[in-house]
């Protein structure tokens, strides 16, 4: 059964915050599994889950949130969450051996792929593209791409926000030779920007509309149509030989499937969830909810998410970023196959 047969068949279920379950789980919840439609009960009296420990990595709001909001957390295994802003960082963790299971989009891993990272994909996430674009401060006088030449642009290193800006760039015939770029994270950004050291901004996330409401920034350009919309589910190679640990990856990405489906169907719910763990006001979060382009939905990875990436690997070799002849299918696994598809 796939995530969306799930989704079609399942009533969904949101909780109210002060119920929520806590978000480390034992075995225990087999016939819940069974009812739930997301491990059979042949496959769940398979395996042995007493020693499996899933490190999740989590974006604020995210699956640590969703899935215990939504009655999906009851897991037959342990589930450890960290927290990251970024999936390029996600991406390291996995290969220090520091993280299990998390997500990034292509950027990440083009770069995973050409450091030769000990990281494999094991699903892909559609998702939105919305939410993620260039912002200058509200006053400035930059009115098109082409007026940031020489201007000080901070983005993300790694991220769809590197990638979304050396593509705007190329469109008006400049490259990031043509600017002052500044790398820097997510928090080291929004206080640069605010101070006003930068003249323009490349980031994503709810930042954006946080800017907006406040009056400190507008869009110059949005990401929407330049970005694929596949993200991808990594795991640790160090465990993904471990049948048990396969079944657990694969519930984990069904119930985060499951999860998305139930929240779509309920956009305000999904916004009174959310807001207060990201500290974002209830309005804001259920209109940048309400403009997503497509919703979240998991599936197995295949050969044109693969050509996409190598579509996006091009951008990043053309600018010297990273070396020729790269070899993104050795980054692909399809362990999980069977157990996502069947």
Known sequence: MTSATIAQNETCMILPQKHLPRRHFSLGALAFLANAGLLSTSLASAFDFSSVTLRVASFRGMDSTILPATGLADFPYKVEFSEFNSGNLIAQAINANAIDLGGWSEIPLVFIAAAKANVKVVATMDGPTTNQAVVVPTNSTVRSFADLRGKKIGYIRSTTAHYFLIRMLQQVGLTLADIKPVPLGMSQGLTAFKSGSLDAWATYGY?????????????????????????????????????????????????????????????????????????????????DLNEQNRAYSPRPWNANDIQSALSVADVFIQQGLITPNLTLEQVFSNALFPLLSG
């Not at 079944?247 to 998305?260: E, F, N, P, Q």
């Not at 139930?262 to 807001?275: D, G, M, R």
């Open 207 to 287: 930042v954006i509309p946080l800017l907006q409401a406040d009056g400190s920034a507008r869009i110059l350009e949005s990401a929407e149509k330049i970005l694929s919309g596949h993200y991808f589910i990594g795991a640790n190679p160090e465990k993904l030989s471990n049948p048990a640990f396969q079944a657990a990856a694969a519930d984990y990405i069904l119930r985060l499937g499951k999860a998305y489906a139930c929240l779509t169907q309920n956009k305000p719910q999904w916004a009174k969830v959310v807001a207060p763990v990201i500290q974002v006001p209830e309005d804001i979060v259920l209109r």
